[in-house]
Structure formats: C-alpha cells, structure tokens
C-alpha cells in the first residue's frame, strides 16, 4: 500500500477547483483555530510548571526556602515511605524556611530534627534544633550522633553537597538510612556519587521535576 495521504471526501460529488479551494481554506482555518488551542494550552501548563519549579518566590512562614515546591511534596512522600526514620539531620540551615518545615514535619511524627550550619543567617530559626558547626571540621561527633539515631535522613544542602555526601556516608552503617542530596545537576552531579551509595527513587524524582536525589548505602557498606 502506498504511504502516500489519499484525501476521502465524505459527501457529494467531485469538487470543483473553486469549492475545492474553499474546503482547503476551511480545512487550514480548522487546523490553524487548533493549532492555537494547543499553544495555549502549552502555555498554560508551562505556567503550572513554573510554579512547581522555581525557587525566586519559596518560603514558609514567609521564611525563604531554596526549593522548588515539588520538592515539598517529594519530602512529604519520602518520610511517609520510611516510617523507621527516627531523625532529620540538615546540613546546610541557610534562612531557615525549609529548616522549619522539617520541624515541623519532624514535630508532627514524633521524630528529631538537627539542622547545621557554619553562619547563622537569622535568628528566628527551629527551638532547640540549629547548632552553628563546621560540618566537616564536627563530621566524627555528629557522625556519632547519627549513628545513635540511625535510621536517619541526613540532607545535604551546605555549601559543598558532593563531600558532604562523600563524608557522611561514611559515617552512616544502616541501609534503611536515607542521604538526600539537594541541587541535583546544578552544584551535584552524577560523577559526584560515591561507590559505597546507591541511588533511589530515581524515576519519582525525575517524574516530579526535583532538585533533589535520594541514596542509601549499599548492603556491602554496612
């Protein structure tokens, strides 16, 4: 059969060239009415996109966070999916904004919360949960800690996430502990991923549109 495209009248006679040219304009005014359509449409679902996916405009409590929304809702989804999580370890506080929402996650579970970092940025930051630290020149007595709370998350998010990655992971032992890393392609990249960690929840985190990358350690790092 031939691949070339028939045109099949529906109805009445053979056109003349004269109706034949209207059913042509009229077929192109059709085509150009929706092909606007879907240009809209196109542009309306980048819009919603955008929202998910920007970090100018992020806070909580009015407190800025670096995230993008959809990372949100992949923190939410990722402690519902490991109940064992006994703790949150931050490594990186920044203004804060984030740092409370894990607060107030960590509160709301009945889990800890730690958050780190070397500069303190505000003062107005989670009670009893912000530790200024240098978190390599401190990695032995909070790798301490973590291992007494294990299993734990420890997020990655100072100023150097590929050795604090590299560091940490060193001083985790369970496999049900989570090392989460933030800015996935932009300060961390995949050549930046130890030996001794697995990476998770890799199509999830792509599916959403994520700044963030899950990994645990692997059995033989135990």
Known sequence: MSDRLVHQRTKGPASTPAARLIELQN????????LDAAKARVE??????????????????NIPAAQYRCDFWLWEWLLNENPQINCVYELGTWHGGFSWWLWAQA???KIGFQTFDSVIQREHLPPYSFHKVDVFASAEALGG?????????????NGNKPREL??????LRSTESLLVVHDWNTEFFPEDIPDNVTMVYEDFCVMLGSLTRVFRLKESEQ
């Open 145 to 157: 800690a973590m291992r007494e709370d294990e299993p734990c998350v420890v997020f990655c998010d």
């Open 44 to 61: 309306e679902l980048e819009a919603q996109y955008d929202i998910y996916h920007r970090t100018n405009d992020v806070s909580f409590g």
């Open 166 to 171: 590299h560091t940490y992971s060193k001083e």
């Open 27 to 34: 077929a192109l005014s059709a085509t150009e009415r929706d």
């Open 107 to 109: 509160k709301a579970r």
